[in-house]
């Protein structure tokens, strides 16, 4: 997900997706623990995802 692409979503629309990945990390992080996860940078890049949509959450609030 590129920087781009949020910067046109809504302020909703960016709450939601937010959300969205926070229960995927969750998941992908218990996948992780049981061992069934297959690709070991999943967890890297929803965390860097995550750290996208707030920031421009954060430059909205400004």
Do not use: H, Y
């Not at 709450?15 to 690709?39: P, V």
């Not at 890049?45 to 954060?58: E, P, S, W």
């Amino acid at each position: 997900m590129k920087a781009d692409e949020l910067r046109g979503k809504t302020t909703e629309e960016l709450e939601g997706e937010l959300q969205t990945l926070k229960e995927n990390l969750f998941n992908q992080k218990f996948r992780s623990i049981l061992g069934q996860q297959e690709d070991t940078t999943t967890i890297g890049k929803i965390r860097k995802d995550i750290a996208r949509v707030k920031t421009v959450l954060r430059l909205r609030a400004e």
